[in-house]
């Protein structure tokens, strides 16, 4: 019985190893589905991708006015499909305030406790001291 178990689990490992060879994931050999990419003129650019594992990338890229001069902004979604087969999807916005991933697995910091709050807007309310003069 035993020995059944040990060439069995062998066995199967061989099978395993065999599979995917050194280095390969089954994500290393996704089928490319879609693949778009449109650059305009004035630099923006659109670029989307969809493999036949359930992979979705969706970015747009293009400046926008800002205070200083043009900004760079980069806006985009990607999907794919975890090894429990749930659907994660996140959002992002990246521009002249950072990367803004965004998403419902993502974590959230917890409220400011009122206490905290109200206690900032005490020392907010507060005269400023004056800077210390070095010589």
Partial sequence: MQVTFVVSSL????????????GQSPESRAVILVQDSAPSADGSLKN???????IKQEEVRYLK?????????VQGAVSYVAP???????GYVA???????YGAHLPTPPAIPFEIQESL???ASLPSTPEPKYQ
């Avoid at 066995?11 to 050194?22: G, I, R």
């Avoid at 006015?65 to 902004?73: C, K, T, Y």
């Avoid at 429990?84 to 996140?90: K, L, N, R, S």
Wanted: net charge negative.
């Fill in 11 to 22: 066995l199967l490992a061989a099978v395993a190893v065999s599979a995917y060879p050194a």
């Fill in 48 to 54: 989307n991708f969809q493999t036949d594992n359930g």
């Fill in 65 to 73: 006015a800002g205070p200083e001069g043009p900004v760079s902004v």
């Fill in 84 to 90: 429990d087969g749930q659907t994660i999807q996140t």
């Fill in 95 to 101: 521009d002249e305030n950072g990367y803004q991933p």
């Fill in 121 to 123: 807007r005490y020392l």
